[in-house]
């Protein structure tokens, strides 16, 4: 594959999406993260830039980042891509396993821009992701989830084997793939040290709660 860009939420699954595809032999050259409006945290995990850069760093692939509204995501993602295509980047990685919705609108982005989608995770089983996440060495760390299927006291958890078969017992999508949860990586072969992240205060939002991190 030539020059790839990896869409990074900070979470597993774009993480798991990266490590594939560099065990296939290729380098990242960018990670992408959409940004709320206000540019302070991830559009998608809640992440701060902060935490975001000390992933990038200890990845050692630069991140780039995008502010936007839900509104005007798509235009600002198409945007941010075509910037990507001018700097020689033919491909971008995405971590989406069966929202076949996604998938569309994550080809349909690329190709505005000539780009071609790659999604390293598609249809593979829950279990299978989840096996290699951990059996790979990567940690993650919950950090949102939706109350009205998991309790608060999970926030801050690391998902291990045993956690996943306690979801799996409670009924829910083990990898929160109905957003049910959300994650932070911290740690993996991938990484050339581990992210020290420090835990703050809870916040609520329309269902779901925060847990806030930095470094």
């Known amino acids: 594959m030539n020059n790839f860009f990896s869409s990074w939420s900070g979470g597993k699954d774009s993480c798991l999406a990266l490590y594939s595809i560099i065990n296939e032999g290729n380098k990242?050259?960018?990670?992408?993260?959409?940004?709320?409006?206000?540019?302070?945290?991830?559009?998608?995990?809640?992440l701060s830039q902060e935490v975001l850069e000390a992933q990038a760093n200890s990845l050692n692939i630069p991140l780039t980042t995008?502010?936007?509204t839900?509104?005007?995501?798509?235009?600002?993602?198409?945007?941010?891509?075509?910037?990507?295509?001018?700097?020689?980047?033919?491909?971008?990685?995405?971590g989406d396993i069966d929202n076949i919705d996604h998938r569309k609108w994550v080809e349909g982005v690329c190709s505005q821009v000539d780009m071609e989608a790659y999604l390293p995770l598609w249809k593979k089983t829950r279990q299978e992701l989840l096996d290699k996440f951990i059996n790979a060495?990567?940690?993650?760390?919950?950090?949102?989830?939706?109350?009205?299927?998991?309790?608060?006291k999970y926030l801050g958890q690391i998902i291990t084997k045993d956690l996943v078969k306690e979801f799996t017992d409670i009924g829910i999508d083990p990898a929160g793939e109905n957003g049910e949860y959300h994650t932070v990586v911290i740690d993996g072969p991938i990484f050339s040290y581990p992210i020290s992240i420090e835990t703050g205060e809870i916040f609520f939002h329309k269902g779901?709660?925060?847990?806030?991190?930095?470094?």
């Open 28 to 46: 990242a050259g960018k990670l992408l993260t959409m940004l709320r409006e206000d540019a302070e945290k991830s559009r998608s995990h809640g």
């Open 66 to 68: 995008c502010p936007t």
């Open 70 to 94: 839900w509104d005007n995501y798509e235009e600002n993602f198409i945007n941010i891509l075509g910037e990507l295509k001018k700097e020689g980047f033919e491909n971008g990685v995405f």
């Open 137 to 152: 060495g990567f940690k993650a760390m919950i950090v949102s989830l939706n109350k009205e299927y998991l309790d608060q």
């Open 208 to 215: 779901y709660c925060f847990l806030e991190t930095k470094v």
